[in-house]
């Protein structure tokens, strides 16, 4: 209902007071919504009227910027959260890698505090978990000579050790393999390019395998090279673990130590039941200690002279097995720790992932 004055009218509809532009007494009046919040053009009425149709493009244009504004942001926030696992997994595998060289140095204290005591074979072989900040570390002390030395079957002069050969082909008998995997083995560690029998393999065999590569002629310097081997990706995984964990790859011409080598070792080194069982009785609780020197197994015929040769009663070097796992991340790490005569203890070797 409008009221009108002598020359305006003012008109309430709703919420809104309209304005009347043009009165005539008797007459419709033209209202206007000038006291309306937005009027009649709602959130365009800030546009001039003459760029009306304008408005819908300013609409679209409005909710395109919007849209790509938003698309950027989603797209930053995701780069952010990208970036922020990826720091996190930096900061863990560096705290796991820290725990690994931590370990070490706690290793090393126990090897020497349990050769000290007279207590070195409770601490071999026994797997021990610790926890830590954000996670947990595990590992295991092993004595690498009580493994076969792969690099003692070829001496320093390139020529095969006899002793260790022998070992060597009884052990994969002992374990159900083919005992040519003794020559392959030879072939990859001495110098010449002449297989050593027909189960051998040298540059010819290897170089037309795809890839080809060629034969080591040296010294193995990890166990992972066993893989290259002809014929022994083949092999069942079972008696692959197994073997390997009779196999040592170490920087020198070791000896066996008879204390802690395992039961297929210690038949390939040529004892009999009777003897492999006097060796492991001597380490239970109370079989009166390990042996101390071979002039005991001498004293109780376990062995005849002439089988003795690379055999001893003390170890050099270790094995540390250690698992991190801080978080989502899992490290694993060999670390090879050598003790000299001295009694000096040292890590000489680590590798991540494989021995
Ligand atoms: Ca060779």
């Given at each position: ?6 020359a ?18 008797g007459?419709?009046?033209?209202l ?9 053009r709602g ?35 995701s780069?952010?959260y ?7 997994n ?9 725990y ?11 090897i020497?505090?349990?050769i ?27 004595d ?7 690099n ?25 393999l083919?005992?040519?995997l ?12 002449t297989?050593?029998?027909?189960a051998?393999a040298e540059?010819?065999?290897?170089l037309?395998?795809?890839?080809p590569?060629r034969?080591?002629?040296t ?12 014929g ?21 011409s070791?000896?066996i ?20 069982s006097t ?5 239970s ?7 101390q020197s ?31 796992q ?9 670390s ?9 203890l ?10």
């Amino acid at each position: 209902m409008g009221q009108h004055s002598a020359a305006v009218c003012v008109v309430s509809v709703g919420h809104s007071r309209l304005r009347c532009l043009r009165y005539r007494p008797g007459a419709d009046c033209t209202l206007s919504p000038t006291l309306s919040p937005w009027g009649e053009r709602g959130l365009f009425a800030w546009l001039p009227r003459a760029r009306k149709k304008q408005g819908g493009v300013a609409l679209i244009s409005a909710l395109l910027v919007v849209a790509l504004a938003t698309t950027a942001a989603a797209q930053l926030m995701s780069s952010q959260y990208l970036n922020l696992r990826y720091s996190g997994n930096l900061f863990m595998r560096d705290q796991a890698w820290q725990y690994l060289k931590g370990s070490e140095a706690f290793a090393m204290v126990l090897i020497d505090k349990a050769i000290r005591n007279n207590r070195l074979y409770d601490l071999l072989g026994q797997e021990s978990a610790f926890p830590v900040e954000g996670g947990v570390l595990t590992g295991k002390i092993t004595d690498l000579q009580g493994r076969l030395n792969i690099n003692a079957i070829v001496d320093d002069k390139g020529k095969i050790v006899g002793s260790s050969y022998e070992r060597l082909q009884n052990l994969l008998r002992a374990q159900g393999l083919n005992s040519g995997l003794a020559d392959t083995i030879t072939d990859w560690l001495d110098p010449d390019s002449t297989p050593v029998s027909q189960a051998g393999a040298e540059d010819d065999y290897y170089l037309s395998l795809s890839p080809p590569y060629r034969a080591a002629n040296t010294r193995m310097v990890s166990l992972s090279e066993v893989m290259l081997l002809r014929g022994y990706r083949k092999l069942p995984e079972e008696k692959r673990a197994a073997l390997e964990q009779n196999l040592s790859t170490l920087p020198a011409s070791t000896s066996i130590n008879i204390n802690s080598a395992s039961e297929d070792l210690l038949k390939a080194i040529g004892l009999k039941a009777d003897g492999i069982s006097t060796i492991r009785n001597r380490l239970s609780a109370d079989g009166g200690g390990p042996f101390q020197s071979l002039d005991e197994l001498k004293q109780l015929k376990l062995l005849p002279e002439d089988k003795l040769e690379g055999l001893s009663t003390t170890t050099e070097y270790f094995q540390l097995t250690t698992t991190a796992q801080i978080g989502r991340t899992r490290l694993k790490q060999y670390s090879i720790i050598h003790r000299s005569q001295k009694g000096a203890l040292r890590v000489i070797a680590r590798s991540l992932g494989t021995p």
